[in-house]
C-alpha cells in the first residue's frame, strides 16, 4: 500500500527512545524524500526529509515501522529493543493499481479496490503546457474527459464533461473539489448558449493557480462521485494542494513564457474578388466576383501571436509539530484577439499543524486579484471574428487596421470604415477598439480543519470552508456601433457578489472483524450555503457621445436579483475487505434541498462488488493484473434556485417575488427591472 504525502508533526506515546534512519530505493539506494514512517500499533508518525532521513520518538521494546511512499510498495520493518538506527529500502510499484488513490471525501484507497474508474495526474503532467486556465490542459490527460475550451480568449470559461453528458436542463460540468472541499464553478455573466451569440462570462476554476497544485485525481463513475451528491452528478476532479514540508526552508521559483497562434482558420478561396455572379463589384460583402488580386493572408495576419508569461515562487518549511507553505504567482495573458488581455495575481498560505498526539488542524487561505481587459464576443452577432471571416478575398485589412472610422461631418461623430454595407457586420478594428467588456474579480477561498484521532481506528473530522468573490462587468459600445449603441453610445455597470459556505463532519474508522475480514467505515453530515446577488446599472444612450459615465445616461435601467440556497446532506460509506482481494462497497446519501417542494429530499444509493482476479487464482504468466468490478448507482441533479416556481404580481417600483408550486415563499426576492430618465 502506498500513502499520498501528507504533512504530519511527530506524536511521542510512551516515549522512551528516539531513533533515526534513511529512507532509499531498493534499486539503486537513492534517498526517498516524503516517505511516511509510522509505528505499527501507534499513533507515533513522522515524513522523510529532502535526503531520506528521518528522527522519531517510539515508545521502548520492539516495535514494526510501517514506511510507504507514492510509485513504492509498502514495506514493514522490524526495530529491536536498543536498536536506534535503520534503513530502509523500497521496491517500486510495477503496477500502478496497487498505489493509493484520494476517493470522496478525502478518503485514500488502494486503486485495485476500488468499484469504479479513478485516474491520477501528478503536478508535473499539469504544468507541462501553461494556460490562463489550467483546465485546459487536462485535455488528452484522462480518458473520457472532454474540455472545450472557450473562444472568449485568456480567463474564459472552459467546458468539463466525463463521459457525455447527462442533463438536458441542468448542468453538465464535472464537480471540482479542492483539499475535500467543493468549489464554486458557476458562469458569472452569463454563457453564451446559441449560434446568435453574445459574451462567455468568467467561471471559478480558471482561477486556481496550477504551481500550487500536488495532484489531482478523476472520479468518472457514478458510484465514485455519489457521496457529494447532485452536485458530482457529472463526475468529481479532485485536486490536492500542496502543503509545508519537515525540514531546512525551501524556496521553489518557476518562471516560463508560452507563445501561441491560431491553430486552424478557415479554408478560403483565393482566386475571386468581390462581386457576385462572376461579375466584380465594388464594395461587395461577398467573393463571388470575378478573378482578382487577393490578399491570402488578410485574416492570419488580423490575430496577434498570444504571448503568456507564469511567473510564481512558493516557500515551505516546517518541523515535526507545524508547517508552512506560502506562495504567490503571477499570471500574465495576451490574447490572439488585439486588445485582449489577462492579468491575475495569486497568494495563498497554508499551515499544518500536530497540536497534540492526537489533535491536528489545517488552515489555507487563497486571496485572488483577476482583470480581464476587451474579452471578445463570440457567435454570429457582430463579433470580432465574424466580422472578421466576411473579408471578401480582394480587400487588403491592412487599409482598415490604421482607419477603422471616419469621421461624418454631419454629426461630427466617427463610423465604422467598412468595405461594404450591413446591418449586423462591422469592421473587425472597430469591434476591437471601440466596443469592450473588462471584467474585474477579486476572490477569497479560506479552509479550516481540525482533526481528532479518538482510538488508532476511528477519528472525526470538522471543516468550515469559505468561497467568496466580487465580480464587476463593465462594456462599452461607441455611439454608431450596430446592433448594441443607443444614440452617443452605450454603457453598462454589473456588480455580482457570490458566497458559498460549506460546514461538515466526518467520522472514519476501520476494524478487522476477523484475520481475513476487514471493515472500513465513513459518516458524515454537511450544510451548504449559497448566495448571489446581482445589482446591475445600464446607460441606454450617452448624453454626450462616448462619455462612458453613468451620470451622462439618456436613460437607466436597473437590474437587481438576489438568490439563496440551501443543501443539509447525510452520507456515509462502508467497504468489506476480504483478504484484500474482494471488496464490498455499499454507499447512501440523502440531500435535503431549499429549491424543491416539501418533503425537498431524495436518497442516492449505491453498491458495488470488486474481484481482483489475479489475487485470487493463478492466472497465465502475461497476465500482470486483472479484477472485475460491478457496481449500481443512482444520482441525479438538483434543481437551480427558482427553476420549479412560477412569478407573480410585480408592481413597478415595487419588490417581487416567486411562489412555489405548494404554495410556499421562495427563500428570496428579486427586484424587477426599473428604468428612469
Not at 417 to 432: H, K, L
Amino acid at each position: 500500500m502506498v500513502s499520498l504525502l501528507c504533512c504530519w508533526g511527530v506524536v511521542v506515546q510512551a516515549q522512551n527512545r528516539m531513533i533515526s534512519g534513511k529512507v532509499v530505493t531498493e534499486t539503486d539506494g537513492k534517498a526517498l524524500p516524503g516517505a511516511v514512517i509510522s509505528v505499527k500499533g501507534h499513533t507515533a508518525k513522522t515524513i522523510a526529509g529532502d535526503d531520506g532521513a528521518f528522527k522519531l520518538a517510539v515508545p521502548a521494546g520492539n516495535i514494526v515501522l510501517i514506511v510507504n511512499s507514492v510509485g513504492y510498495i509498502s514495506k514493514e520493518a522490524g526495530l529491536r529493543t536498543g536498536q536506534s538506527v535503520i534503513t530502509i529500502e523500497l521496491a517500486e510499484q510495477s503496477n500502478k493499481l496497487n498505489e493509493v488513490v484520494v476517493t470522496a471525501l478525502g478518503i485514500q484507497r488502494q486503486a485495485k479496490s476500488l468499484s469504479y474508474s479513478a485516474q491520477r495526474i501528478t503536478s508535473d503532467k499539469i504544468n507541462e503546457i501553461r494556460d490562463a486556465n489550467f483546465v485546459n490542459t487536462l485535455s488528452g490527460k484522462v480518458a473520457g474527459l472532454v474540455v472545450t475550451q472557450s473562444a472568449s480568449g485568456p480567463g474564459g470559461p472552459a467546458r468539463v464533461v466525463l463521459r457525455g453528458n447527462r442533463s438536458i436542463q441542468g448542468s453538465n460540468n464535472a464537480l471540482f473539489v479542492i483539499d475535500g472541499v467543493a468549489i464554486d464553478n458557476s458562469t458569472i455573466g452569463g454563457q453564451v448558449g446559441n449560434d446568435f451569440g453574445g459574451q462567455n462570462g468568467n467561471d471559478g476554476i480558471s482561477n486556481i493557480n496550477p504551481d500550487d497544485i500536488e495532484s489531482i485525481n478523476v472520479l468518472k463513475g457514478a458510484a465514485a462521485s455519489v457521496l457529494y451528491g447532485s452536485r458530482a452528478a457529472n463526475g468529481v476532479i479532485l485536486i490536492t494542494t500542496k502543503k509545508g514540508k519537515i525540514g531546512k526552508l525551501g524556496v521553489d521559483v518557476n518562471s516560463g513564457v508560452t507563445i501561441e497562434s491560431p491553430f486552424t482558420l478557415p479554408k478560403v478561396q483565393n482566386t475571386y474578388g468581390e462581386g457576385k455572379g462572376g461579375v466584380s463589384t465594388l464594395r461587395a460583402g461577398a467573393s463571388w466576383g470575378a478573378a482578382s488580386t487577393t490578399y491570402p493572408n488578410n485574416i492570419k495576419d488580423f490575430f496577434r501571436k498570444g504571448l503568456s508569461t507564469n511567473n510564481s515562487v512558493s516557500i515551505n518549511s516546517g518541523s515535526e509539530k507545524g508547517q508552512t507553505y506560502f506562495s504567490y504567482a503571477n499570471n500574465y495573458s495576451q490574447g490572439l484577439v488585439p486588445t485582449n488581455d489577462l492579468n491575475r495575481h495569486t497568494v495563498n498560505l497554508r499551515i499544518t499543524n500536530q497540536i497534540s498526539k492526537r489533535l491536528s488542524t489545517d488552515a489555507k487561505l487563497t486571496y485572488i486579484v483577476q482583470n480581464i481587459f476587451n474579452k471578445p464576443r463570440v457567435g454570429e452577432e457582430s463579433s470580432v471574428t465574424m466580422n472578421l471571416y466576411k473579408i471578401p478575398r480582394s480587400v487588403d485589412l491592412n487599409i482598415y487596421k490604421n482607419a477603422y472610422q471616419v469621421l461624418d461631418p454631419n454629426t461630427n461623430l466617427y463610423v465604422p470604415n467598412y468595405w461594404t454595407t450591413s446591418s449586423i457586420y462591422t469592421n473587425p478594428y472597430w469591434s476591437v477598439y471601440n466596443t469592450h467588456r473588462d471584467e474585474d474579480r477579486s476572490r477569497i477561498i479560506g479552509l479550516i480543519s481540525a482533526k481528532y484521532e479518538i482510538t488508532p481506528w476511528l477519528n472525526i473530522q470538522g471543516r468550515v470552508s469559505l468561497d467568496k468573490y466580487n465580480d464587476k462587468i463593465t462594456q462599452k459600445f461607441n455611439a454608431n456601433t450596430l446592433l448594441f449603441a443607443g444614440k452617443g453610445g452605450s454603457y453598462s455597470v454589473q456588480y455580482y457578489e457570490v458566497q458559498e459556505r460549506n460546514m461538515d463532519l466526518l467520522l472514519t474508522g476501520n476494524n478487522s472483524i476477523t484475520k481475513d475480514l476487514k471493515i472500513s467505515y465513513s459518516i458524515g453530515s454537511s450544510v451548504l450555503e449559497r448566495s448571489n446577488i446581482t445589482n446591475g446599472v445600464s446607460a441606454n444612450g450617452l448624453l454626450v457621445p462616448n462619455k462612458f459615465d453613468l451620470n451622462f445616461a439618456q436613460t437607466s435601467s436597473f437590474q437587481t436579483g438576489a438568490a439563496q440556497t440551501q443543501l443539509q446532506s447525510v452520507y456515509g460509506t462502508t467497504q468489506l475487505n476480504y483478504k484484500d482481494y474482494l471488496y464490498l462497497d455499499v454507499t447512501g446519501r440523502n440531500d435535503w434541498s431549499s429549491t424543491l417542494p416539501n418533503p425537498y429530499a431524495y436518497f442516492y444509493p449505491s453498491v458495488g462488488l470488486t474481484a481482483v482476479l489475479s489475487d485470487m487464482i493463478k492466472l497465465p504468466g502475461y497476465i500482470d493484473f486483472a479484477k472485475i468490478r460491478l457496481s449500481s448507482t443512482q444520482v441525479g441533479n438538483d434543481a437551480p434556485a427558482f427553476l420549479l416556481m412560477q412569478t407573480y404580481g410585480f408592481s413597478p417600483g415595487g419588490t417581487g417575488g416567486f411562489i412555489a408550486r405548494d404554495g410556499t415563499r421562495a427563500i428570496a426576492d428579486l427586484k424587477p427591472e426599473l428604468t428612469t430618465s
